[in-house]
T-cell receptor
Framework: DAKTTQPNSMESNEEEPVHLPCNHS???????IHWYRQLPSQGPEYVIH???SNVNNRMASLAIAEDRKSSTLILHRATLRDAAVYYC?????????????FGTGTQLKVEL | DTEVTQTPKHLVMGMTNKKSLKCEQH?????MYWYKQKAKKPPELMFV???????INESVPSRFSPECPNSSLLNLHLHALQPEDSALYLC???????????????FGPGTRLLVL
């Protein structure tokens, strides 16, 4: 399966933008990039996903590199409620197929 | 309603006990999942049900026995567990996966299990 690499942790101040990187150099042309996050004491929740073009929704934006070997999840204004573990997951023929295979993720800390 | 409910929230059991975890969703999803999450680790897939039939078993020991009695319910029966099975057990549901790999999984809050 194609693998993802994320920093173990990142810190941000409240109200500032946060850019969470993910490397996936072995991604195939049909693998989708999904992001989930897990708030403390909760189950994971879907954030966003994309294939080639940048994507926006009410929670975040996803910027995908032109060669698709990396992507960045962008939280435009971090709040304390955004403190969570963020998981970048590939899904597709080489990216785990129907399964969600979670990596170690990035622990985001948000400070006042 | 995008809620997946799990009961109980917490469970303590001895190694000789038999217990069951329950998961319920009313989103019309026909795929349901069990994940196991140890402390400070990512969730790991255990089982997948598709149209109420077991489609994936990730080589889980037989002391864990899943059951999908109908399209809204998913159970995980536990018997003769070991202390190392203590973990957060997460249930999720989704539309049945397609070859487009875009469907979202909705997770419940989990059952925190302690095996003594």
């Amino acid at each position: 399966d194609a693998k993802t690499t994320q920093p173990n942790s990142m810190e941000s101040n409240e109200e500032e933008p946060v850019h969470l990187p993910c490397n996936h150099s072995t991604i195939s042309g049909t693998d989708y990039i999904h992001w989930y996050r897990q708030l403390p004491s909760q189950g994971p929740e879907y954030v966003i996903h994309g294939l080639t073009s940048n994507v926006n929704n009410r929670m975040a934006s996803l910027a995908i590199a032109e060669d698709r070997k990396s992507s960045t999840l962008i939280l435009h204004r971090a709040t304390l409620r955004d403190a969570a573990v963020y998981y970048c997951i590939l899904r597709g023929v080489t990216g785990g197929g129907n399964k969600l295979t979670f990596g170690t993720g990035t622990q985001l800390k948000v400070e006042l | 309603d995008t809620e997946v409910t799990q009961t109980p929230k917490h469970l303590v059991m001895g190694m000789t006990n038999k217990k069951s975890l329950k998961c319920e969703q009313h989103m019309g999803h026909r795929a349901m999942y069990w994940y196991k999450q140890k402390a400070k680790k990512p969730p790991e897939l255990m089982f997948v049900y598709s149209y109420e039939k077991l489609s994936i078993n990730e080589s889980v020991p037989s002391r864990f026995s899943p059951e999908c009695p109908n399209s809204s319910l998913l159970n995980l029966h536990l018997h003769a567990l070991q202390p190392e099975d203590s973990a957060l057990y997460l249930c999720a549901s989704s539309q049945v996966p397609t070859l487009e790999y875009q469907e979202t999984q909705y997770f419940g809050p989990g059952t925190r299990l302690l095996v003594l």
